[in-house]
């Protein structure tokens, strides 16, 4: 069985950082792309960063150069370093994970960012 558990999110100023976590469990996460999602309220969810196996990193263009994406494959885990932080970046987080042709997601943890 498959799961995600996200930690990291809270309230934070505008300029500031926060590191989000994801562990995994339940299949060999190191054969798969993992990715981060994001939703804010009223808005649809959308692609933040994604990582694939080989370790290649893909962005969108609103977090390009504030945001990082790794991943630890001994630990089962993939990251978000997100930095000088905006308003706009509020929402509910999610981790992501293709298996099978099949999507995983956590539970979502919730990025607050006060201006």
């Known amino acids: 069985q498959v799961q995600l558990v996200e930690s990291g999110g809270g309230l934070v100023q505008a300029g500031g950082s926060l590191r989000l976590s994801c562990a995994a469990s339940g299949s060999t996460f190191s054969s798969h792309a993992m990715g981060w999602y994001r939703q804010a309220p009223g808005k649809r969810r959308e692609l933040v960063a994604f990582?694939?196996?080989?370790?290649?990193?893909n962005y969108a263009d609103s977090v390009k150069g504030r945001f990082t994406i790794s991943r630890d494959n001994a630990q089962n885990s993939v990251y978000l370093q997100m930095n000088n932080l905006k308003p706009e970046d509020t929402a509910v987080y999610y981790c992501?994970?293709?298996?099978?042709?099949?999507?995983?997601w956590g539970q979502g943890t919730q990025v607050t960012v006060s201006s």
């Open positions: 992501n994970a293709v298996i099978k042709f099949t999507d995983y």
């Open positions: 990582i694939t196996s080989g370790g290649s990193k």
